[in-house]
T-cell receptor, first 115, second 116 residues
Framework: GAGVSQSPSNKVTEKGKDVELRCDPISGHTALYWYRQSLGQGLEFLIYFQGNSAPDKSGLPSDRFSAERTGGSVSTLTIQRTQQEDSAVYLC?????????????FGSGTQLSVL | AQSVTQLDSQVPVFEEAPVELRCNYSSSVSVYLFWYVQYPNQGLQLLLKYLSGSTLVKGINGFEAEFNKSQTSFHLRKPSVHISDTAEYFCAVRRGIGSNTGKLIFGQGTTLQVKP
């Protein structure tokens, strides 16, 4: 596609429910990243994929968070038993590869609100 | 591990005045440095990056940044700002040459508020 696409753009859920956030990267981009943006906290790294594997998942806050990527394309971030502190904007980005000089292209994010 | 500190959470400035947004990093290995900008209701986009070579790098919209290895800084500057520069600016660092570690570490962000 023309850019990184994330869905839904907004998600309101009740505490304790599971949510799935989707990211569709730019076609041909092998690297995919998830970040979380909270008010006053900046961008917090969660996980990144090279192809379908995740070499670095050190940023996932707890075992309630998981992510997968299939076919080297679409990725899903799943949050189980959501808590109010999970409320944030979840950003996805992709790049051609993981060479560290490469530019990341960001999606517009999913605003998650946990009531 | 790498880390980034943006010293100012908010910077108010009048239109046509110069501005500097400060960024300091910490790393035991060589790094690449980036500035990203997030305009209201838009996604992040790359403003400029330092990989190697000249320590003064120029980006889009008249911004520039200077890499200072001794001070571990990468401050962003613009000689004359416009209302349209109002946005949140993020400094970021990644491990440098020879690394395939994709993780990009961001600072906390600086909100630039340009006033008429």
């Amino acid at each position: 596609g023309a850019g990184v696409s994330q869905s839904p753009s907004n998600k309101v859920t009740e505490k304790g429910k599971d949510v799935e956030l989707r990211c569709d990267p730019i076609s041909g981009h092998t690297a995919l990243y998830w970040y979380r943006q909270s008010l006053g906290q900046g961008l917090e790294f969660l996980i990144y994929f090279q192809g379908n594997s995740a070499p670095d998942k050190s940023g996932l806050p707890s075992d309630r968070f998981s992510a997968e990527r299939t076919g080297g394309s679409v990725s899903t971030l799943t949050i189980q038993r959501t808590q109010q502190e999970d409320s944030a904007v979840y950003l996805c980005a992709s790049s051609l590869g993981v060479k560290t000089n490469e530019k990341l292209f960001f999606g517009s994010g999913t605003q998650l609100s946990v009531l | 591990a790498q880390s980034v500190t943006q010293l100012d959470s908010q910077v108010p400035v009048f239109e046509e005045a110069p501005v500097e947004l400060r960024c300091n990093y910490s790393s035991s290995v060589s790094v690449y440095l980036f500035w990203y900008v997030q305009y209201p209701n838009q996604g992040l986009q790359l403003l400029l990056k330092y990989l190697s070579g000249s320590t003064l790098v120029k980006g889009i919209n008249g911004f520039e940044a200077e890499f200072n290895k001794s001070q571990t800084s990468f401050h962003l500057r613009k000689p004359s700002v416009h209302i349209s520069d109002t946005a949140e600016y993020f400094c970021a660092v990644r491990r440098g040459i020879g690394s395939n570690t994709g993780k990009l570490i961001f600072g906390q962000g600086t909100t630039l508020q340009v006033k008429p």
